[in-house]
């Protein structure tokens, strides 16, 4: 069997894995100790993210002709690939808090629903709350002056019942 015909399935792992993303980062995680990538992996995994290492050229391949092409320009190093299909921040969120845990992990680019971000925009990224947290503060909001009003309204009624 060929070089060409070994690699072909790893490259269509990562080209299927990439297709439909709403969000995929490149990763730097050179000098991560084993806990410290257990972890990290664990958190990622109960976030629905994908990561998994992957050698540069067959990311190459894979990327040639889809929205995540201008991310092969990062590809020196070792290099992971964190993918969400359904939250755009998490992998970014994520990558971002174990960076500063570690001051190892780095976060070199990324696309977030077809728009390519440096490190610096990554970082911007991940100060986005996730989904959930941003929904809870719009119904606390929400909810705040409803509580007020109702407050209002009984010690109204109340003063009436009195008097």
Not at 40 to 52: C, M, P, Q, S, W
Request: proline share 2%; hydrophobic share 45%.
């Amino acid at each position: 069997m060929a070089k060409v015909e070994l690699k072909k399935p790893v490259v269509e792992e990562i080209a299927s894995c990439v297709e439909g993303a709403a969000c995929a980062v490149l990763v730097d995680y050179r000098g991560l100790t084993v806990e410290q990538d257990t972890r990290f992996r664990k958190e990622l995994r109960e976030a629905g993210v994908i990561y998994k290492v992957y050698k540069n050229t067959m990311m190459n391949f894979a990327f040639k002709g889809t929205e995540f092409e201008c991310l092969a320009q990062h590809l020196e190093g070792t290099n992971a690939l964190a993918v969400s299909k359904t939250d755009a921040t998490a992998p970014a969120r994520i990558i971002a808090k174990y960076a500063k845990e570690t001051q190892k992990l780095e976060m070199r680019a990324g696309v977030i629903e077809g728009t390519y971000y440096d490190a610096v925009g990554m970082q911007a990224i991940a100060a986005v709350p996730s989904r959930e947290e941003l929904l809870g503060r719009l119904f606390g909001s929400m909810k705040s002056p409803i509580s007020n009003l109702a407050r209002v309204l009984n010690q109204i009624a109340e003063k009436n019942a009195e008097a």
